[in-house]
């Protein structure tokens, strides 16, 4: 399994970027993903996850309602919407697979691992 995200950039407060988690293998219908950000000097958290179907999504309180995310399975790819951006949205975003059990919104219950994209948010 290989994931890579990318998308990160540059942008002002109040805009938008759409990330993508690009997979490889043809099981990746069959993978629930998650993106996860780390600030610098802060832990990593959860920002979003999505099931295998693409019709249930969770999402962190503080990226609810601003960030949307969303799968094109044909595609191998999650994508991973962000509007309304403020700067402490400035992180590095990661996007993983969800191994078989476990809650979403913790990275100890992910397997694999794409690197990172930078997103910086000027105010």
């Known amino acids: 399994v290989q994931l890579q995200a990318s998308g990160g950039g540059l942008v002002q407060a109040g805009g938008s970027l759409r990330l993508s988690c690009a997979a490889s293998?043809?099981?990746?219908?069959?993978?629930?993903v998650g993106w996860f950000r780390q600030a610098p000097g802060k832990e990593r958290e959860f920002v979003a996850a999505?099931?295998?179907?693409?019709?249930?999504?969770y999402y962190a309180g503080s990226v609810k309602g601003r960030f949307t995310i969303s799968r094109d399975n044909a595609k191998n790819t999650v994508y991973l919407r962000m509007n309304s951006l403020k700067p402490e949205d400035t992180a590095v975003y990661s996007c993983?697979?969800?191994?078989?059990?476990?809650?979403?919104?913790?990275?100890?219950?992910?397997?694999?691992w794409g690197q990172g994209t930078l997103v910086t948010v000027s105010s």
């Open positions: 993983g697979r969800r191994a078989y059990s476990g809650s979403y919104y913790s990275g100890s219950s992910y397997d694999y």
């Open positions: 293998g043809r099981t990746f219908s069959g993978y629930n």
């Open positions: 999505i099931r295998r179907s693409g019709g249930t999504t």
